[in-house]
């Protein structure tokens, strides 16, 4: 049977992870000081002459709300809402053999993140289209999203607040919801790791945070039905990005902002545990993690050299 408890399915994801070299990688980025594996930013435009998005615009990429540093790159407010222009494309019709039908049908989306308590606004943080240059320049078939989610004091920018995940795709022109509102939370001000999922051996979409399945969907009865078309402009998932592309600088952009990204992977397989694990320390955590290891260190010597110091049984019975 498909559907199975949410211990087996962790319990076959721990199995099945010595075998992650067999899937099928096709983005790795580190999104650290600009190393973004192949992606693009993309510019603000209300036409475009390439499916990519590469070289459109005005090219002043300062204005789409980007900032890089050695930590991830972080999303910007630069509209009246505080919402995010910024965009991180991967143009995955470039990637030969053209892996989007088995994408579309199997696939797993991962990265780390940290979102600001103070600054974080929510919006869209994944979406595909069928090519920039094509109708509304690009329409999407797949969208995550975050917001703010407030916690008992119902103030918001405070310490009780969470982060709270959307997932949705588009099949057969029907948009699917696959989380329910408030239920897959996480916190402000650390990071974490978070995986999506879907055409899954235990369940249709998965939502992963720091190795823990925070939510799952099953819509279909029968096989997994694809999400997108290829017949949707140049094919759905032909652009999948970081940020909002759906409709670039047609519809209001609705991109996040507040929330820094770092280590992204999009894989056409799907990955036990959303590939979800191992969420990046904080440089608080190690300081820790080294001083700790250090007095360990520390400690292993001092009782060596006493032991070495120390006369032996034999010894000290022939004295």
Request: charged share 15%; aromatic share 10%.
């Amino acid at each position: 049977m498909k559907k199975k408890s949410l211990s087996l399915t962790s319990l076959a994801g721990l199995l099945v992870l010595p075998m992650l070299g067999h899937a099928a990688l096709l983005v790795e980025a580190p999104l650290r000081d600009g190393l973004y594996g192949g992606g693009i930013k993309v510019d603000m435009f209300t036409s475009c002459s390439q499916p990519s998005g590469a070289g459109c615009g005005d090219g002043n990429l300062h204005e789409i709300g980007i900032a890089e540093s050695s930590q991830g790159v972080t999303f910007l407010a630069t509209q009246a809402d505080l919402q995010s222009n910024a965009v991180v494309s991967w143009y995955l019709r470039g990637i030969s053999p053209d892996p989007r039908t088995q994408f579309r049908t199997v696939g797993t989306v991962s990265f780390a993140f940290k979102a600001d308590l103070a600054s974080h606004v929510g919006g869209h943080i994944l979406t595909d289209n069928y090519g920039f240059n094509q109708f509304n320049n690009g329409q999407g078939a797949f969208n995550g999203a975050v917001s703010r989610y407030l916690g008992p004091d119902g103030q918001a920018k405070t310490a009780d607040d969470r982060l709270s995940f959307g997932f949705s795709t588009w099949h057969n022109s029907v948009w699917r919801s696959h989380i329910a509102a408030n239920t897959a939370l996480t916190t402000y001000d650390q990071w974490h790791r978070v995986g999506l999922t879907w055409g899954g051996p235990t369940h249709d979409f998965e939502l992963w945070i720091d190795g823990q399945l925070a939510a799952y969907d099953d819509p279909f009865s029968g096989p997994f039905v694809p999400w997108g078309a290829a017949y949707l402009g140049l094919g759905s998932a032909t652009n999948f990005a970081l940020g909002d592309i759906h409709e670039r600088g047609i519809d209001g952009e609705n991109g996040t902002s507040g929330m820094t990204f770092a280590d992204l992977r999009i894989w056409n397989e799907y990955v036990p545990l959303g590939d979800s694990l191992a969420p990046i320390p904080e440089p608080g955590t190690w300081a820790l993690l080294l001083a700790g290891l250090g007095l360990l260190a520390m400690r292993r010597n001092v009782s060596r050299t006493r032991r070495q110091g120390r006369p032996g049984v034999s010894m000290m019975m022939n004295n």
